[in-house]
């Protein structure tokens, strides 16, 4: 009797465990509630230092409609050019 229980106690945690687990891989994800960029920890230290992003494709579409490869090359062009570049979303630009 007491391994019966045992075993329906593993049983009901392990399934609440797995339902868990997998309702959050295939919940769909809403991109708009993404939050954006942080961008000041993208932007040079001096005036001579160079940002340098990774080679991630990412892609991030600006208010401007061009799409960035990355955060970090948005955030470098916004700094350089002016906040007039605003995000838009993640993704590529329609």
Same mark, same amino acid.
């Given at each position: 009797?007491?391994?019966?229980?045992?075993?329906?106690?593993?049983?009901?945690?392990?399934?609440?465990?797995? %339902?868990?687990? $997998?309702?959050?891989?295939?919940? !769909?994800?809403?991109?708009?509630?993404?939050?954006?960029?942080?961008?000041?920890? &993208?932007?040079? %230290?001096?005036? $001579?230092?160079?940002?340098?992003? !990774?080679?991630?494709?990412?892609?991030?579409?600006?208010?401007?409609?061009?799409? &960035?490869?990355?955060?970090?090359? $948005?955030?470098?062009?916004?700094?350089?050019?002016?906040?007039?570049?605003?995000?838009?979303?993640?993704?590529?630009?329609?």
């Amino acid at each position: 009797m007491a391994a019966f229980s045992n075993l329906t106690i593993f049983f009901l945690v392990s399934s609440t465990l797995a %339902h868990t687990v $997998f309702s959050e891989v295939f919940k !769909p994800k809403d991109i708009a509630k993404w939050p954006k960029p942080p961008c000041k920890m &993208y932007y040079p %230290h001096g005036p $001579f230092y160079d940002s340098k992003c !990774p080679n991630i494709t990412s892609y991030v579409c600006a208010t401007n409609g061009h799409t &960035y490869q990355n955060e970090c090359f $948005f955030c470098v062009d916004q700094w350089e050019f002016g906040p007039h570049i605003k995000f838009d979303k993640y993704g590529k630009c329609d």
